[in-house]
């Protein structure tokens, strides 16, 4: 029992992290409201959260605090990504949409369009890496004897969260199924997703 503490110093630090809205909680719900590929999106979100938090207690935060180019030219690439979808998003806004029967621009994603956007909005986001590399690792690097306690309650958490937030979306199934409720989500996320392009942007320049 002795590394219960470490466990739950894991699942509620990354529980406080991951509950916010984001590019990549955004396109979980999204994804979750269509009912398309979420077992591949939540698997491929929870699998890089560990991965991530794990490589950072075992060090690469150290790593990546010591190349600011590479976090550089991470805040570019993500705002040119986050930009380009918020752009997208506001597009959807301003037309009918088609509900839950399909995709609000009149096409599905496949598994392949689905599981690289979710890589952008996760790899692409120089915030993910202050949380999971930097902030989890570090605290996970701390703890005696149980970091891979923390890196399993960590994880946990995190499995939780998308997986509640994709198979729970379905819940607003009602609401969802009228077109304006999808013109909101989407103007919505365009206006999250360009601000969030706008502080990546502000963060490369100073």
Not at 171 to 185: D, E, G, H
Request: proline share 4%; with cysteine.
């Amino acid at each position: 029992m002795t590394d219960l503490p470490a466990f739950l110093s894991g699942f509620a630090l990354s529980a406080a992290l991951i509950v916010a809205i984001g590019a990549q909680n955004a396109f979980v719900l999204r994804q979750g409201l269509r009912r398309e590929h979420v077992g591949p999106v939540v698997a491929f979100c929870a699998l890089a959260d560990v991965t991530l938090m794990a490589a950072g207690v075992a060090g690469l935060g150290a790593l990546l605090d010591a190349t600011p180019a590479l976090t550089h030219a991470l805040a570019l690439g993500g705002a040119a990504f986050l930009g380009w979808y918020g752009l997208g998003a506001l597009r959807r806004a301003w037309r009918p949409s088609a509900g839950l029967s399909g995709d609000p621009r009149g096409e599905a994603l496949t598994l392949r369009a689905a599981l690289l956007r979710t890589a952008g909005f996760t790899l692409l986001n120089p915030h993910v890496y202050l949380d999971t590399v930097l902030l989890v690792g570090a605290v996970g690097a701390a703890q005696p004897g149980g970091q891979g306690a923390f890196v399993g309650g960590a994880g946990l958490a995190s499995a939780l969260w998308f997986a509640a937030l994709g198979y729970g979306a379905r819940l607003l199934a009602p609401l969802f199924a009228r077109p304006v409720a999808w013109r909101v989500l989407d103007g919505v996320v365009g206006v999250t997703m360009l601000a969030l392009a706008a502080g990546l942007v502000a963060v490369a320049a100073g």
